[in-house]
């Protein structure tokens, strides 16, 4: 019986319940839901619990594109309901997705369709294709009480009830006006009729004829109520508390995910955005893109074989597409020479999911970011992140010339906080990044992405106009240096109890592989981070462009994929 | 200077603080020692409202009692554009004070079922006072539908809100306190979010702010 | 007294606050329900406090049939079983030099474990307390330590810190103000802050949670405090206005009671101390107010 009743569609709102920046409470067998529509108009349906600690998402903010709980900031993305901020650790990249249950949704006819386990069409509601939905009236009674209750409704002599397959009941007048009247189970005392009827009167038709059914069934409410008044009330659903997966329950896990290729895309426009930098829009083939943070990069897997990483310039929420920028290479690697050249409109692409070793932190008073040349993409998702929070920032753009400047219009939302500084020569370039950079302090942080020696450049003034270590984030997009991988050395797994010979020519990521551990990593020459791995005892020789001078000096962390041994032997944590 | 004998979980005191600063009138708050410590039914405090309830005001001289006594004075007094009271429109003043006295309804039944269950206030019928706040919040459901069905965002007619509005707000906020849940009233919860929303509100403890409005919908109603 | 309601022998077993001894001094028997039982407190003609179950009709003060008895802290404690241990020991409350404050007792419907966690919990500050234990964007939990002492049977987390917007009034600015917080108790947390006024000494706030049932609590607020500047009102509305913020949160949890199964909820590093209560809890064998593991 329960079964089938979660396998129905039930009207759980009317269109007009959702408002723009709104949270719709509902309730259907039992199962509080969360109901919010995006400024694109996507309605979500969530269960109204915060996975956090259990708190109510009806008393949360929907800004448009995320819904954030109202106990500890938790920001949870448009579509896929994936956590992308958890304020009480702002350093933190998530490197799990923390996902809110979601239900079905249909918008049709004026209301909104859900069920737990609904799935197929609509029944039909053939002869309601112009109708007027009617003022939802909550009923204290059983469903079936309400359902046959409704079987005498009715505005005049003429009007006739029958039962519909569905439960739903249709009144017919002799004119041929016709209302079919809804009963969503809340629980199981506790119903609401939702009406449609087949005419859409506008002005004062429209507003007497929802008058005349809010106030009859009102008027069948209150008899209604009486009579379920006489009965024992039936023992209230018990929804089941879903658990959450097994991942989430302790400290996220070393990833095993490798160097795979999980979803595919499909090219649904390219075009160029700025001299020599193309945009693609990326469309999920089905179903929705995970949840990603701002920051985040994606390996794209190239039809010539290739293996690159691009940032993601969404901004948040906006989880339907992912858009992505891609420099023409001269002397690349020939990926970028495969996208602007190859790919066309409507090819499908394999991509991995995003990983984010850029994270923003969002407890910042003021942020700065640098951006050189197509290092602007992964800052575009970022201060379009600190934008819709209201969160002070300045973005300071460095191009050659105007025809150097990309994504436009994403940009063009900063407004005031937006510096495009074009053609300046490097000399130029410091003295700027000193004015820029002149004011260190509490809870500022500057981020930076561009090329090689502009990011050296701005790192080198950054320290000495008094920033710290931990308030300059960068992310290169490759690492220039010559990676000497000439000596031979040992490595102890800590955890796998495993002693590995890492020959030279070979890289410990290699090594790694070859004994079946299955270690992350994506760009492969020690720029993006991914194949981070905790040092226990020994010396690195580091020759990644990832780790700050300061973790360097740590010690404590080696990027597999460059960095070798200085002594005989390595320790990992893993 | 204004001021306010003044209890912070007074959902009856909150009126006056938002109306306040929606205004922009500076006040100074008096803190009544309401609970546990009944300051308000001490003798120094019946020589100010013998009923010995709060809020209180006193303007330079001029004591008044009773939430919707004051928000009408302070209405009229200290808002020149007239919005808040319209005093020259006869048809809206008898729809706010209608509506005054249904918010005296909500106090009554919504605020004693908060009494009762966050306070104590054992003496009260918690049952009736509930069943007697579904049924107000019945009637101001509906009323609110059909206002947004002729484009009006507030109870009384008109682009602006008035005092009514205010009158009925907090103690509505304040219902699950008392055992009340908003689910079944839709469009009170939609007329809450606009109120939020309104240049100059303030929050108290247990009702918590809401976020920006769309840009696109966005009202002003400065 | 009939079989208890509450079948949870642990829970039985406790020591709860059930009034302010303030409230004594109004004449007459006062009614209150403790683990679904109902209780009545007056002071006897000898001037002792009295503390007896009934069901449904108090009549005058017996002279048999009453309940263990203690008062500390400013407040009476009562049993319905035979706890094998003494209230635990808040050692600040008998300095000579600090002022100790019945701040409120407030009735909550959440149950008392959700109660506990959310007064362990730094996180929510710049959300629900904002600018007043907090303010974004400064929303970082610091890591810190967290410890459950065999010897005493509870828990201590220390090292907490979190950034206040006004910490002290002398400051204009925000700074990061210290916490310690024990868990002495199931149903009951000590929290304590740095003092503006002594670095050396920590102001005390203390919940002691009376449940009513699994599911409605009421909690009675202690401040042991060194400030010499405020009057009584103004601290109490202060801790009241704290409080009130925190209880729609509370009273909008689902489920009400506290899901000790490790994959109910999601926890963060910053969850740490509520982590080490669920699992204390789930040693202790607690049935009451939660949903044990494996239920």
Not at chain 1, 221 to 238: S, T
Not at chain 1, 273 to 302: N, Y
Not at chain 1, 465 to 490: I, K, L, P, R
């Amino acid at each position: 019986m329960m079964s089938d009743l979660h396998s129905n569609w039930y009207p759980i709102a009317s269109s007009s319940d959702l408002p723009k920046r709104h949270v719709y409470q509902a309730q259907l067998l039992g199962r509080e839901f969360a109901v919010w529509r995006a400024d694109d108009g996507h309605v979500n349906v969530w269960e109204n619990r915060c996975l956090h600690r259990g708190v109510r998402l009806s008393i949360g903010i929907n800004n448009g594109t995320e819904l954030k709980c109202q106990y500890h900031g938790w920001r949870y993305a448009n579509r896929t309901a994936g956590c992308t901020y958890i304020p009480a650790h702002p350093a933190d990249a998530p490197a799990r997705t923390i996902c809110n249950n979601t239900y079905p949704a249909i918008e049709s006819h004026g209301l909104v369709w859900s069920g737990e386990e609904a799935s197929g069409d609509l029944l039909s509601l053939d002869g309601f294709d112009s109708a007027t939905v009617l003022r939802a009236v909550p009923v204290f009674a059983p469903m079936n009480m309400v359902a046959e209750a409704l079987l005498g409704y009715g505005w005049d002599d003429s009007c006739k009830g029958a039962a519909n397959d569905d439960g739903s009941v249709t009144v017919t007048a002799g004119d041929g006006t016709a209302v079919r009247i809804f009963v969503q189970p809340m629980d199981s005392n506790h119903s609401v009729m939702r009406g449609l009827v087949n005419q859409a009167p506008a002005g004062a038709g429209r507003a007497e004829l929802l008058q005349t059914h809010s106030w009859l069934m009102q008027e069948l409410r209150d008899r209604v109520e009486v009579l379920a008044a006489k009965q024992e009330a039936p023992a209230p659903y018990e929804p089941v508390i879903a658990k959450v997966s097994e991942d989430l329950v302790d400290i996220p896990a070393l990833g095993t995910d490798g160097r795979k290729a999980e979803l595919r895309v499909q090219l649904v426009k390219k075009e160029m955005t700025a001299e020599g930098i193309v945009s693609l829009r990326l469309e999920p083939i089905k179903g929705q893109l995970p949840t990603f943070q701002p920051g985040a990069h994606i390996d794209v897997h190239l039809p010539n074989g290739l293996v690159r990483q691009y940032s993601i310039t969404n901004g948040p929420g906006e989880t339907d597409h992912y858009t992505i920028g891609v420099k023409r290479e001269g002397d690349g690697r020939g990926g970028s020479a495969a996208v602007h050249d190859s790919l066309q409109e409507g090819d499908v692409l394999a991509i991995s999911a995003p990983r984010n070793n850029f994270p923003l932190r969002r407890d910042a008073e003021h942020t700065v970011f640098i951006a050189g040349g197509i290092g602007v993409t992964p800052m575009i998702a970022m201060a379009r992140a600190l934008n819709a929070q209201g969160l002070s920032f300045e973005f300071h753009y460095f191009v050659q010339s105007d025809d150097h400047v990309a994504f436009k219009q994403q940009i063009g939302e900063f407004e005031r906080a937006l510096t495009i500084h074009k053609g300046l020569s490097p000399e130029a370039t410091g003295a700027k990044l000193k004015e820029v950079l002149a004011e260190p302090g509490f809870a500022r942080h500057v981020y930076i992405c561009g090329p090689g020696p502009m990011l050296e450049a701005t790192r080198g003034i950054a320290a000495s106009q008094g920033w710290t270590d931990e308030a300059v984030h960068f992310e290169y997009f490759a690492n220039t240096a010559e990676v000497d991988d000439s000596t031979a050395f040992e490595v102890d797994l800590a955890r796998s109890a495993l002693t590995l010979q890492v020959p030279a020519g070979k890289t410990i990521l290699e090594v790694l592989r070859e004994h079946g551990i299955d270690m992350p990593s994506s760009c492969e020459q020690g720029a993006c981070g991914t194949c981070r791995c905790g040092v226990i005892e020994g010396e690195v020789i580091h020759q990644d462009v990832y780790l700050s001078n300061a973790e360097k000096a740590e010690g404590k962390s080696i990027m597999t994929c460059v960095s070798r041994a200085a002594s005989d032997r390595l320790i990992l944590d893993i | 200077m204004l001021k306010l004998y003044d209890y912070e979980l007074s959902g009856n005191c909150y009126k006056l603080r938002l109306l306040l600063s929606f205004l922009g009138v500076e006040y100074k708050s008096e803190l009544i020692d309401f609970y546990p410590g009944n300051q308000h039914k001490s003798p120094e405090f019946r020589q100010i409202n013998p009923l010995g309830q709060l809020p209180v005001i006193d303007d330079n001289g001029l004591v008044l009692r009773d939430a919707q006594a004051i928000l009408v004075y302070l209405a009229s007094k200290y808002d020149p554009s007239c919005k808040w009271y319209p005093r020259d429109n006869p048809e809206m003043l008898g729809q706010i004070s209608q509506w005054l006295a249904f918010a005296d309804g909500i106090t009554g039944t919504a605020s004693a079922a908060r009494l009762h269950d966050a306070l104590f206030y054992n003496h009260i019928d918690v049952e009736a006072a509930r069943a007697g706040a579904h049924r107000l919040f019945r009637v101001l459901d509906e009323h609110l539908f059909f206002a947004e069905e002729a484009g009006q965002d507030w109870i009384c007619p008109g682009d602006h809100p008035t005092i009514a509005d205010i009158a009925c707000f907090p103690y509505i906020m304040l219902s699950e306190e008392g055992g009340i849940p908003r689910i079944d009233y839709p469009a009170i919860r939609r007329w809450s979010d606009r109120f939020k929303r309104i240049p100059g509100f303030t929050v108290m403890s247990g009702v918590f702010p809401a976020g920006p409005a769309a840009k696109d919908s966005s009202k002003a109603v400065a | 007294m009939s079989k208890p309601k509450c079948e949870d022998q642990v829970a039985l077993n406790l020591w709860y606050t059930i009034a302010p001894i303030a409230e004594l001094e109004e004449p007459g028997a006062q009614q209150t329900i403790l683990l679904e039982q109902q209780i009545a407190y007056a002071r006897n003609a000898a001037g002792e406090v009295v503390v007896w179950a009934h069901e449904g009709v108090p009549g005058g003060v017996p002279e048999q049939n009453t309940l263990p008895v203690q008062e500390r802290y400013g407040y009476v404690w009562t049993t319905l079983g035979s706890p094998n241990s003494d209230i635990f020991p808040i050692p600040e409350y008998a300095e000579a030099d600090r002022r100790n404050i019945h701040a409120a007792t407030f009735g909550v419907n959440v149950s008392a474990p959700r109660l506990v966690e959310n007064f362990l919990d730094m996180g929510h500050f710049p959300f629900v307390h904002t600018d007043i234990l907090g303010a974004e964007p400064h929303t970082e939990v610091k890591e810190y330590f967290v410890e459950v002492s065999e010897e005493r049977d509870e828990i201590i987390a220390s090292n907490c810190k979190f950034w206040q917007p006004m910490a002290a009034a002398a400051s204009s600015g925000g700074a990061d103000v210290d916490y310690i917080y024990r868990v002495p108790h199931p149903f009951c947390s000590v929290l304590y802050k740095s003092s503006p006024l002594d670095e050396s000494r920590k102001d005390v706030i203390a919940i002691f949670i009376q449940p009513f049932n699994q599911e409605q609590v009421r909690v009675h607020m202690l401040l042991s405090l060194l400030d010499d500047a405020n009057n009584d009102t103004d601290i109490r509305l202060f801790q009241q206005t704290i409080f009130g913020q925190d209880k729609p949160i509370l009273e909008n949890q689902y489920p009400k009671r506290l899901p000790l199964d490790p994959r109910a909820e999601t926890p963060i590093r910053a969850d740490k101390s509520a982590i080490a209560y669920r699992r204390w809890l789930s040693g202790k064998g607690i049935t009451y107010g939660v949903i044990p593991p494996a239920a």
